[in-house]
């Protein structure tokens, strides 16, 4: 059975693959929705005052903070979700001893938080976090299963500046998936992040002076089966992550990964930053 997969422009592949799995009507809903052709606006009063688009946020850009917070639309009345490949405990284990070189006022991620974001909404209404399981739940089946390696660290925004440090991570496969959930988040006309994805895994946040770590290379890997949809609380002594779906990807053979490394080496060179 060949299963369409829509992607970000418009554009589907075909995945070759086993039978998906059936849907829910919840999900087969959303899917319904998503196929309609979108409504075109009326014509505007040119004589009418421009007023913005109540409850309607800038896209976010995390990284666009030289003139003050980016307004992310957030309130306390919405939820801040994303979704994720959660790292499994072993390679977190290994992730957590590379956090042992920090220094200074580095706050480290918990490795029992470490993942990789796939999509980021900064405001969501919880009315509709079933529609956001709804989506994860019909666009699982179309992705098989993922062979996450890990690679070099890194900062972001740059090493000059840096305010987080991060892994780059890698599977054939994963910007797919990402690109799928954006594209079905817009159009479900919510707001989701907009900077182009970039695999990694946050090891820690900076909060203060403090020195950078060299740059290390990992040999890490996992199968990840599934993906999640999380919500974030954001506490004075950092987030804390709330598990509101889990969704299988369609299963077939696991490419062996190579032997993971127990520990990281230094790299005479930092890897390429995301932007």
Request: charged fraction near 25%; charge should be positive; proline fraction near 14%.
């Amino acid at each position: 059975m060949k299963v369409k997969v829509k992607k970000a422009g418009g554009q589907e592949k075909r995945a070759a693959g086993h039978p998906a799995p059936p849907v829910d009507a919840e999900a087969q809903a959303v899917l319904a929705r998503l196929a309609e052709p979108p409504l075109r606006p009326a014509p505007r009063d040119p004589a009418a005052p421009k007023r913005a688009a109540p409850g309607k946020p800038q896209q976010v850009r995390r990284g666009e903070r030289r003139s003050g917070p980016v307004d992310d639309g957030h309130t306390p009345d919405t939820y801040r979700l994303f979704y994720a490949l959660k790292v499994p405990r072993d390679v977190a284990g290994t992730l957590a001893q590379a956090q042992r070189h920090l220094k200074g006022n580095w706050r480290a991620v918990r490795p029992d938080q470490l993942h990789v974001t796939l999509a980021y909404l900064p405001a969501v209404p919880p009315q509709r976090v079933p529609e956001l399981r709804a989506l994860g739940q019909a666009l699982a089946p179309q992705f098989g299963t993922l062979d996450v390696r890990l690679r070099g660290t890194g900062y972001f925004p740059n090493e000059g500046s840096p305010r987080v440090w991060f892994v780059k991570a890698e599977a054939e496969g994963l910007t797919e998936l990402a690109e799928a959930l954006r594209a079905g988040i817009r159009d479900l006309g919510l707001p989701v992040e907009d900077l182009p994805f970039r695999a990694h895994v946050t090891l820690a946040r900076k909060k203060g002076p403090a020195p950078r770590v060299p740059p290390l290379i990992f040999g890490a890997a996992w199968h990840a089966g599934s993906f999640t949809l999380q919500r974030s609380l954001l506490q004075k002594t950092g987030p804390i992550y709330e598990q509101a779906g889990a969704f299988h990807l369609r299963d077939h053979p696991a490419t062996p990964p190579p032997a993971s490394e127990p520990a990281p080496h230094e790299s005479p060179r930092a890897p390429q930053e995301p932007t």
